[in-house]
């Protein structure tokens, strides 16, 4: 049983509900009388302040993962940052009081019933970090997923110093930390990335030495092969053709049948990733990309989902505050 605590906390919520599978739009509703959700022993209880939007939410919406969703209606939302409000008897990281972040689906195709687009919800501890202290709670919620899967599929692709890289949609939630990470964690030589042509400066200031606008140039012509390709888009066939004799290419968006030297990356979001990056945000190293749109109020989630789903955003779109 969790631990009782002098937290006033209410016994119903404000939470983004869906009951059937579907567009955001179609199915999305904002409902004021949810339960808030009890904790288990190695859980603790979140007063969400923010949280931020990823593909994969609308994708689970659709209904993707309907083999291994948890049962319908649920709460939206993956990424959230949020100040602890109870802990559960088994708990040893975290107090009253912590505030904290982190992508509370620890598999991202296995997602618990309540997500973070809600008032409160019950999270596991082993997914959650202390909030880097220099982060605004909007900043902190951008982070989670997108960083976690940048630096997953950069370990998983064998990315180390001195070694060159190229990024298919470099500007996305994702692909803004994939550049960061490969110039100021893993060591790389040389990042090339691809985006819009409004966002080629933006990735110049986020690190890449080489911005190509996707719609003008064919980045598999250059003559430069790259020891990394990770794709962000779909664009894994193409990118299998800018990849060096001997080098990998990593897709988190697969598009079709992948054949090596092309592999799926898929995260498993652990509170020890985003505490060993936190120094890194802490020192200014690693900074968050939110879409200029946002952030979008809690009320305007399904003006936030159409906005991603767009293809327009601009690094990530944050929710906040909530509510």
Known sequence: MATSTPVNIPSKMKAWVYGQHGKPEDVLKLESEVDV????????????????????????????????????????????????????????????????YGDIHEQAH??????????????DEKVLALKPKNLSFAEA?????????????????????????????????????????????FGASRVAATSSAGKLELLKTVGADLAIDYKNNKYEDLEEKFDVVFDTVGESSRGIKAVKECGRVETIWPAGPVVPPTFVFVVTSTGSVLSK????????????????????????????????QSGRATGKVAIYPIP
């Open 110 to 123: 296995h997602p618990k019933d309540c997500g973070s687009l809600a008032e409160y919800t019950a999270v």
């Open 141 to 185: 919620a951008s982070l989670p997923l997108a960083v976690q899967t940048a630096y997953g599929g950069l370990e998983s692709a064998g990315l180390s110093a001195g070694k060159s890289l190229l990024v298919l949609g470099g500007a996305g939630g994702v692909g803004s930390f994939i550049i960061q990470l490969a110039k100021h964690v």
């Open 37 to 100: 959700p009890d904790v288990n022993d190695d859980q603790v209880l979140i007063k969400v302040l923010a949280a931020s939007l990823n593909p994969i939410d609308f994708k689970r919406m659709g209904g993707s993962f309907k083999a291994t969703d948890s049962p319908l209606p649920t709460v939206a939302g993956y990424d959230v940052a949020a100040v602890v409000v109870r802990v559960g008897s088994k708990v040893k990281e975290f107090k009253v009081g912590d505030e904290v």
């Open 277 to 308: 990056l936190n120094p890194y945000l802490e020192e200014g190293k690693l900074k968050p990309v939110i879409d200029p749109k946002g952030p979008f109020p809690f009320s305007n989630a399904i003006e936030a989902f159409s906005h991603l």
